[in-house]
């Protein structure tokens, strides 16, 4: 585990703590090297990451910073290991280098066996599993506007100090940040939404809330027309996917925190010209959004049953 004292890679030492088959080799804290921590009742001692012994791991996790996770998996590949990198270096664009992309019910078939997996976002993931059964049948109005509000607990921006993050400026308080429609996230969404060929704009605002974990992203999409049964677009894809739950009433965040699921639901929208659906998401952005999700690639990658280890 390369990059453990962050809110994902502590996350994912927990998940690797109870795994009923991964064993944790090491986790590195390269600031924190030498101190010792006690996850899911077993003591743990940061380790450099220089000092990482990668030969030792048949599958290695990084959750280092975006820019340094990219190198870092790749000599976890030379080293004859499998990576999942949870970082945005070598996601769809992000990265000239194409490798298997970790959003497994969308991508489940290139991820077996594969020496490197791009995890995907928090954002994103809410974001693509609202949007893909639409996209898959053609039911976006074209050249349509697609909009995106969706808002994270604090600990989707890191663990890092920041003045804005402190609590007095974080309780009580709800804003939007990212705002220009330039987020960080977004070239990861349309990149996506290229492969399915569609023509459509997004417009991408996150918001901040006052609390620790959880993403609700709520979602505008124009038509070409109102299917008479909404819910059985979602239904259809991902009626064997036991991490994608499909319900009648707007999904709440206290449904999804500390479970490795995707909440949805959709709901026509009166009183407009334009055919209009809202589609709405909940995921825990440390679970679904991050160390779950990449548990779950890990296994599909090796072969295991992909619900092994993880909350539903």
């Known amino acids: 585990m390369l990059g453990a004292s962050g809110y994902a890679g502590r996350e994912l030492c927990q998940l690797l703590s109870e795994h009923p088959v991964f064993d944790l080799a090491f986790a590195t804290a390269h600031e924190r090297r030498g101190e010792r921590v006690t996850v899911g009742g077993r ?13 030792d791991a048949e599958l290695v996790f990084s959750a280092l910073p975006h820019g340094a996770s990219g190198v870092w998996v790749h000599r976890v590949v030379q080293e004859g290991a499998h990576a999942i990198d949870l970082s945005s270096d070598l996601r769809p664009g992000h990265s000239e280098v194409s490798v298997p992309y970790g959003l497994t019910e969308l991508t ?12 995907p976002g928090c954002y994103p993931t809410a974001t693509l599993i ?4 639409l996209l898959a049948e053609d039911l976006i109005m074209p050249g349509g506007m697609v909009t995106i509000d969706a808002a ?3 600990t989707g921006a890191g663990n890092s100090p920041k003045a804005e993050l402190l609590f007095g400026e974080v309780t009580e308080n709800y804003r939007a940040y990212g705002v220009g429609n330039d987020h960080r996230h977004l070239p990861e969404m ?32 124009p038509l070409r027309h109102l299917p008479d049964d909404l819910l059985g677009i979602w ?9 994608v739950e499909i319900v009648s009433e707007p999904p709440q965040l206290r449904d999804v925190v500390r479970r490795n699921v995707v909440r949805l639901s959709a709901h026509a929208v009166a009183h407009v010209r334009t055919p209009t659906i809202l589609v709405l ?15 779950q690639n890990a296994n599909v990658v090796l072969g295991l049953a992909e619900t092994s280890g993880l909350p539903v």
């Open 108 to 119: 489940r078939l290139a991820l077996p066996g594969a020496s490197l997996v791009a995890n």
């Open 130 to 133: 609202a949007l893909a059964p």
């Open 190 to 221: 349309r990149a996506m939404v290229t492969k399915y060929g569609r023509d459509l704009d997004l417009i991408f605002t996150p918001h901040l809330l006052p609390i620790a974990r959880g993403i609700l992203a709520t979602i505008t999409v």
């Open 43 to 55: 003591e743990l001692r940061y380790v450099a990451t220089d000092d990482a012994p990668l030969g």
């Open 152 to 154: 994270s607990g604090v």
């Open 235 to 243: 239904k259809r894809h991902y009626a064997n996917e036991p991490f």
């Open 281 to 295: 998401a909940a995921i825990d952005n440390l679970m679904k959004g991050a160390a779950g999700q990449a548990i």
